[in-house]
């Protein structure tokens, strides 16, 4: 079945930089375009970033703009989410699924892995 396996979240202070990574399985990887999705405490789950099948395509929020990075690796499965200059903001459980724009597998979530930016 679909999986995704979210790793790399922290605590760290504002100004400071994580690096998520995601493992998904149970479809063809290679074709399918990414994204990362975050859930602040209280709030609905939002994009952050996407990423095409082939890595040429890229799409940001706005707050991400110029702050986050998206990467994958087909060879095995992982899409990375560099994140620099972090503000207390975008403390939060971050996610990734398949799609660009919106989930693909939306039925099917891993259990995130949580960011806090705090002094």
């Known amino acids: 079945q679909v999986q995704f396996v979210e790793s790399g979240g922290a605590l760290v202070k504002p100004g400071g930089s994580l690096r998520l990574s995601c493992e998904a399985s149970?479809?063809?990887?290679?074709?399918?375009?990414m994204s990362w999705y975050r859930q602040a405490p209280g709030k609905g789950r939002e994009l952050v970033a996407g990423?095409?099948?082939?890595?040429?395509?890229?799409n940001f929020a706005d707050f991400a703009h110029g702050r986050f990075t998206i990467s994958r690796w087909n060879d095995n499965n992982t899409v990375h989410l560099q994140m620099d200059a972090l503000k207390p903001d975008d403390t939060g459980t971050y996610f990734c699924n398949a799609g660009y724009y919106r989930p693909t597998f939306g039925d099917d979530w891993g259990k995130g892995t949580q960011v806090t930016v705090s002094s």
């Open positions: 149970g479809f063809a990887f290679n074709k399918n375009d």
């Open positions: 990423i095409s099948a082939d890595s040429f395509g890229r």
